[in-house]
């Protein structure tokens, strides 16, 4: 794969393309059972969770993973929590503006970090309810992790 990052516009289709018809605890279960099979298979050291309306439904840290991954899923939450887009798209959003998430809004780096591996929980016709994150790799393989995990759920 390559490391180019996706546009803002890449971004943007990808969140309309993810959206569910609902989200209950036992997505969240599956969703995050099938996150864990993709690393245990690629031998990924990351930390995974899912929360509903700020509620953690799922958490689950594999081999490798450091207790930092902890601190990387909250502050990449907080941005989908206040933005309510992916934490990539948050990042490149700034980045297309010709600034940086950190000088556009000055929100403390101790709680919150734009980069890639946290994306909303979008069900449609209601909008963002929840969040699932992955940290541990480098933020666009933390992204497309999720992403690949989403698209499985929904096509499952």
Do not use: C
Not at 57 to 63: D, E, G, K, N, R
Not at 74 to 87: A, E, I, L, P, Q
């Amino acid at each position: 794969m390559t490391d180019t990052f996706p546009s803002v516009a890449e971004l943007a289709a990808e969140e309309r393309d993810l959206q569910l018809a609902s989200f209950t605890n036992d997505d969240a279960w599956d969703l995050g059972s099938a996150l864990v099979a993709a690393a245990r298979r690629d031998g990924a050291p990351v930390a995974v969770e899912i929360t509903r309306n700020r509620h953690r439904l799922f958490s689950a840290v594999l081999p490798g993973a450091t207790p930092d991954n902890q601190s990387w899923i909250d502050r990449k939450t907080r941005v989908v929590n206040r933005f309510g887009h992916s934490s990539l798209y948050v990042r490149q959003a700034s980045i297309q503006r010709g600034t940086s998430f950190e000088a556009e809004f000055w929100l403390d780096p101790r709680r919150y970090a734009a980069h890639g591996g946290a994306f909303p929980i979008l069900v449609r016709s209601v909008g963002p309810v929840g969040v699932v994150v992955v940290s541990g790799l480098p933020q666009l393989e933390d992204h497309r992790m999720v992403v690949g995990a989403l698209r499985a759920h929904l096509a499952g």
